[in-house]
């Protein structure tokens, strides 16, 4: 069985930083892509950045873009997402996902991801 377990969430200030972690188990997710998701209340669920399974290749939503970094560990079969210099409108419940299908290129399709973590929360304060 296939799971994802992220860790790292909490409340912080505006300005200041958090680091996401996502340990999977069940399956190697080395030749997937991996991703991070958010969802504000009362928003839809939104790519916010994607690793290709090699790591040579990341995506970034445009909102996040110099601030956050996504990276992985393919021999702990886990994923990070660094964020730093964080707003309150980054508050929200961080999932991770992985990819659907093997050594694939497609990052910055939501329909590429299929396996879910339960999420952790972000609270930035202002």
């Known amino acids: 069985q296939v799971q994802l377990v992220e860790s790292g969430g909490g409340l912080v200030q505006a300005g200041g930083s958090l680091r996401l972690s996502c340990a999977a188990s069940g399956r190697t997710f080395s030749s997937y892509p991996m991703g991070w998701f958010r969802q504000a209340p009362g928003k839809e669920r939104e790519l916010v950045a994607a690793?290709?399974?090699?790591?040579?290749?990341?995506y970034y939503a445009d909102s996040v873009k110099g601030r956050f970094t996504i990276s992985r560990d393919n021999a702990k079969n886990t994923v990070y997402l660094q964020m730093n210099s964080l707003k309150p409108e980054d508050t929200a419940v961080y999932y991770c996902?992985?990819?659907?299908?093997?050594?694939?290129?497609?990052?910055?399709?939501?329909?590429?991801?299929?396996?879910w973590g339960q999420g952790t929360q972000v609270t930035v304060s202002s």
């Open positions: 690793i290709s399974w090699g790591a040579g290749r990341t």
């Open positions: 996902s992985g990819g659907r299908r093997p050594y694939s290129s497609t990052l910055s399709y939501e329909g590429e991801y299929h396996y």
